[in-house]
T-cell receptor, first 115, second 113 residues
Framework: DVKVTQSSRYLVKRTGEKVFLECVQD?????MFWYRQDPGLGLRLIYF???????EKGDIPEGYSVSREKKERFSLILESASTNQTSMYLC??????????????FGPGTRLTVL | GNSVTQMEGPVTLSEEAFLTINCTYT??????LFWYVQYPGEGLQLLLK?????DKGSNKGFEATYRKETTSFHLEKGSVQVSDSAVYFC????????????FGKGTKLTVNP
């Protein structure tokens, strides 16, 4: 069974802290994504990566950075957390090959609260 | 730019009622279209998809037909169940070779017994 896991389901941090959100997929997928989900706004893409050490900005990259040192792992970093980054963060992965092409597989999400 | 517009929620239905959730899109070229579902406390999972005009995606009793002439991909189910209560997202993948998805804002469905 395909699987995307995220390091925490719930996280509480203080303003100004550096925050790491980890995502691991076991499907050997080339592409990985970080979204944030907010009520009334749906899912918005923060960053994505189509290969190891490669990254591209999504629609709302400000205040975030990412790291992809290994194919299976994609980290989202909040350099200095702020209260407006309180949100649900969803990681996803997809293959660039045929067969399951186009489908993104999602992790369960991390609900981050910044106080 | 590329965008997806889906009907505002929340939607509340009784069990066995007919469901329609409207979704329209704006995109250059011929996008692939998707419906994702998010059950309470979980991540999103693919419900169905269609990759070209007039394709019908179907799964778990849900259906959606890719209508190029109306740029729509409405989700339907003939008889909903309590277990269908979830948030439904319409999405598109716009460009050939691009893996990025553009999502609608989601529609929350509650089905009462």
């Amino acid at each position: 069974d395909v699987k995307v896991t995220q390091s925490s389901r719930y996280l509480v941090k203080r303003t100004g802290e550096k925050v790491f959100l980890e995502c691991v997929q076991d499907m050997d997928h080339e592409n990985m994504f970080w979204y944030r989900q907010d009520p009334g706004l749906g899912l918005r893409l923060i960053y994505f990566s189509y290969d190891v050490k490669m990254k591209e900005k999504g629609d709302i990259p400000e205040g975030y950075s990412v790291s992809r040192e290994k194919k299976e792992r994609f980290s989202l970093i909040l350099e200095s957390a702020s209260t407006n980054q309180t949100s649900m963060y969803l990681c996803a992965s997809s293959s660039s090959g045929t067969g399951t092409r186009n489908e993104q597989f999602f992790g369960p999400g991390t609900r981050l609260t910044v106080l | 730019g590329n965008s997806v517009t889906q009907m505002e929620g929340p939607v509340t239905l009784s069990e066995e009622a007919f469901l329609t959730i409207n979704c329209t899109y704006t995109a250059t070229g011929y996008p692939s279209l998707f419906w994702y579902v998010q059950y309470p406390g979980e991540g999103l999972q693919l419900l169905l998809k269609a990759t070209k005009a007039d394709d019908k995606g179907s799964n778990k009793g849900f259906e959606a037909t890719y209508r190029k002439e109306t740029t729509s991909f409405h989700l339907e189910k003939g008889s909903v169940q309590v277990s269908d209560s979830a948030v439904y997202f319409c999405a598109l993948r716009a460009l050939s070779g691009s893996e990025k998805l553009v999502f609608g804002k989601g529609t929350k469905l509650t089905v009462n017994p």
